[in-house]
């Protein structure tokens, strides 16, 4: 159905039009409507169109070769979408579902002509929103893909672990090892053999306080550390496993085609044999 004049009020893209460029724009213009949960469009449908949301909510999104549902955007009054397809003529690359009842005005590529005729800065709308997209999209690309657990917790380290993962990494060094046996040695050389007057004497009192406090505060710096290894341990479990799904699917999928292309030779097996058995046929007759 047509659309309304009054219908292009609040849209950037028509906001720079005179009110004749409107009016005639409203007249090839169609007015589209959906019912929430009505899908538009799916992945891979011939795209011919763009759509400018009047009102409601359409989602667009996509699905990875886990099958887990990826939300690209969702489509506000003002805001276009499908521009890609209509431009370079190929399949959507996207699904676009309608979250809320909503009313769409629809462009083909004759209406976005007349559109950039009459007013060449509207090309640059669009060129913004389609840069708007793509940001989107790589700023999904960064969390899709698979991950590096080191990377991951790395990002999120604060400097209390940063601490106990070095006193934890030293505890267990043999340069910690080796300055406590010197440690130790001087310790116990200086309160028996040396000084006359020993600051710690037998047995060692001040000494066995302090490594002891040492070992509690060296163990609880050790079980911070094993504690952020065990959450390192668990991203590292979640990212082998989203591996393992995609191996799995796109091991079926080659299963898929190769069905597929045993199913089609043994049709063109058929073909042949037919054609092939049709000349002798015709020679004994």
């Not at 699904?95 to 462009?107: I, S």
């Not at 999209?137 to 209390?160: P, Y």
């Not at 979640?238 to 995609?246: G, H, L, P, Q, S």
Request: charged share 25%; hydrophobic share 45%.
């Amino acid at each position: 159905m047509p659309c309304d004049v009054e219908m292009f009020a609040g849209i950037d893209l028509f906001e720079i039009l005179h009110e004749e460029d409107k009016i005639a724009l409203a007249g090839v213009i169609d007015y589209e409507k959906l019912e929430a949960g009505q899908a538009l469009f799916q992945t891979g449908d011939p795209g011919e169109s763009l759509f400018i949301v009047h009102s409601g909510e359409i989602e667009l999104y996509i699905k990875d070769t886990a099958g887990q549902k990826i939300v690209l955007t969702i489509a506000r009054p003002g805001e276009l979408f499908g521009e890609l397809a209509l431009l370079d003529s190929g399949p959507r690359s996207a699904t676009a579902l309608a979250l809320t009842d909503a009313g769409l005005l629809v462009l083909d590529r004759d209406d976005l002509l007349l559109l950039f005729q009459k007013r060449p800065d509207a090309a640059l709308h669009m060129l913004a929103a389609m840069s708007g997209m793509t940001r989107k999209a790589d700023q999904l690309l960064r969390t899709r893909v698979s991950r590096n657990a080191n990377e991951e917790m790395k990002e999120n380290l604060g400097i209390l672990q940063r601490i106990a993962d070095w006193l934890a990494w030293f505890s267990g060094s043999m340069p910690f090892l080796l300055s406590h046996t010197v440690w130790f040695i001087a310790w116990i050389s200086l309160n028996t053999l040396i000084l006359s007057n020993p600051y710690d004497p037998f047995p060692f009192g001040l000494l066995t306080m302090i490594v002891s406090l040492e070992a509690i505060f060296l163990a609880c710096f050790v079980l911070i550390s094993q504690n952020r290894q065990a959450q390192k341990d668990k991203v590292r479990s979640d990212i082998e496993y989203e591996v393992n799904i995609k191996a799995e699917l796109e091991v079926a999928h080659l299963h898929e085609k190769t069905d597929r292309l045993y199913e089609e030779m043994l049709a063109r097996f058929v073909k042949l044999e037919k054609s092939l058995a049709q000349p002798s046929q015709t020679e004994k007759v």
